[in-house]
């Protein structure tokens, strides 16, 4: 029997963390992680089970202190990053100097062009190192980028909305059916979870529940992502984030005009065609369409459109969970490209 892949996850204690360890756990061709942590502050627990009692009854889950001298002796051969974006753009280095092999959650490492990066104000250490590794890193959507996540030292794991985003508009932009002078709009609604696990006043129950709000209106960090992946000028994408009172999941609507009419069997067509082969993206056939019930806990994308009649407006329902699909399944998936296994491997 082959050896199982040694791993560690720095930032387990948020909930995508969280998630990433639950999957880690039951793959079966991973040992049990290596659970990280900066430093180790007094009175702080010690174990995950007493942060995230959901585990306890299942054995120990120890928080180590990060130590480069001891991941080695252990053997990791992969580490996690689901911290805070300036901790992985500090971190990260280290690791990949340490000969091992990176899957950051953040945005630490996701974006080439710097007029999309400065929205983090990065202050590097090692400019030469960081813009080396700026430009290896891989972009970890396996569904674009299959091929490149193999190989990679580092994969930059997308953002939440990014994902839901460019998964929708990739088959019709590289069939170069949509009308990119007429704009496309993002209309995108995500759970609170995709704030992270840091309260703030905005995620407070009595201002999230029985609320819908919109934030980061033509500033919010996953912009970026879908530009740049998506090969867009910059006011092509009209990208607006609601908050949902709803713990997870995300409903992306996409407005897009085609350049020519065109009709549903065609749409879906282009869709299918894109995405054969590739088992995470479910295609919902006209006139159904996706909702956040369907796709929460797992790590598919679903994907649906409405068409008018005049064969040229086109609405896109795009549909994930943020911390799977969106965080650590699709970290997951990623880490199966990386060692040459099957893609569903531990997420179903």
């Known amino acids: 029997m082959a050896a199982k892949l040694k791993t560690a996850v720095l930032g387990a204690t948020g909930y995508s963390g969280l998630e990433l360890t639950r999957l880690l756990l039951r793959h079966p061709r991973v040992e049990k992680p290596v659970l990280l942590r900066r430093t180790a502050d007094n009175g702080s627990p010690t174990d995950l089970a007493d942060i995230f009692p959901i585990l306890s009854g299942n054995g120990g889950y ?21 911290t ?29 062009e710097e007029q999309h990066r400065a ?16 430009e290896r890193a891989v972009y970890g959507l396996p569904e674009l980028n299959r091929d490149r996540i193999a190989g990679a030292t580092l994969v930059a794991n997308p953002g939440c909305y990014a994902t839901s985003v460019i998964l929708a508009l990739a088959p019709l932009l590289k069939a170069d059916i949509v009308d990119r002078t007429r704009g496309i709009i993002s209309d995108s609604k995500s759970g609170v979870s995709g704030a992270g696990k840091e309260p703030t006043a905005k995620t407070h129950f009595v201002s999230v529940a029985d609320n819908l709000s919109a934030y980061s209106v033509f500033n919010h960090r996953h912009t970026g992502e879908m530009v740049e ?23 992306s609507t996409i407005y897009v005009r085609l350049r020519r009419e065109m009709t549903a069997g065609e749409v879906e067509s282009c869709f299918r065609s894109f ?32 068409l008018a009649e005049d064969g040229r407006r086109l609405v896109l329902i795009s549909c994930i969970d943020n911390l799977l699909k969106g ?15 099957g893609e569903e491997e531990g997420l179903q």
């Open 62 to 82: 120890p928080l180590q202190s990060l130590a480069w001298p001891a991941l080695k002796e252990q053997g990791i051969e992969l580490l996690f990053f689901a």
């Open 119 to 134: 929205i983090y104000n990065f202050e590097d250490a090692d400019a030469l190192t960081a813009s080396q590794l700026t």
């Open 84 to 112: 805070p974006h300036e901790v992985s753009r500090s971190l990260v280095p280290e690791a990949i100097a340490q000969g091992i092999r990176v899957i950051d959650l953040s945005g630490a490492w996701r974006l080439k």
């Open 327 to 341: 965080a650590a399944g699709q970290a997951v998936q990623n880490m199966n490209l990386m060692y040459g296994w």
């Open 229 to 251: 992946q998506l090969a867009l000028d910059a006011g092509e994408l009209t990208f607006t984030p609601h908050l949902l009172p709803m713990p997870r999941g995300i409903l």
């Open 275 to 306: 995405y054969s082969g590739k088992q995470w993206v479910r295609i919902f056939q006209p006139p159904k369409l996706p909702q956040v019930q369907f796709s929460l806990h797992t790590n598919y994308c679903d994907l649906g459109f409405c």
